[in-house]
């Protein structure tokens, strides 16, 4: 079984939506509008500063159309 710490998954996380939003061509401005998120809360994200809850994170695969392990990593345990 693999483990990855809180910090870990966080970065991991910010780094695929960063590149998920550059391969969208959508910017946070846009991707806020479009996922009914704020602009902070998108820029937070991105500095690897909070993880999203559920909800945000449904709502930013629907706005990028992607699926939610596009976004999150797929391991067994986050410690």
């Not at 998954?9 to 960063?18: C, K, V, W, Y």
């Not at 991707?31 to 999203?52: D, E, F, N």
């Not at 559920?54 to 345990?77: E, R, T, V, W």
Request: glycine fraction near 2%; proline fraction near 3%; hydrophobic fraction near 40%.
């Amino acid at each position: 079984m693999y483990e990855i710490s809180e910090t870990m998954a966080i970065e991991i996380f910010s780094d695929n939506l960063r590149d998920i939003m550059e391969d969208a061509r959508i910017n946070q401005s846009e991707l806020a509008r479009v996922s009914h998120l704020t602009q902070g809360t998108i820029s937070k994200y991105l500095k690897k500063q909070q993880m999203p809850t559920m909800k945000a994170i449904m709502n930013l695969c629907y706005a990028l159309n992607c699926s939610y392990q596009d976004l999150l990593p797929d391991y067994y345990l986050v410690r």
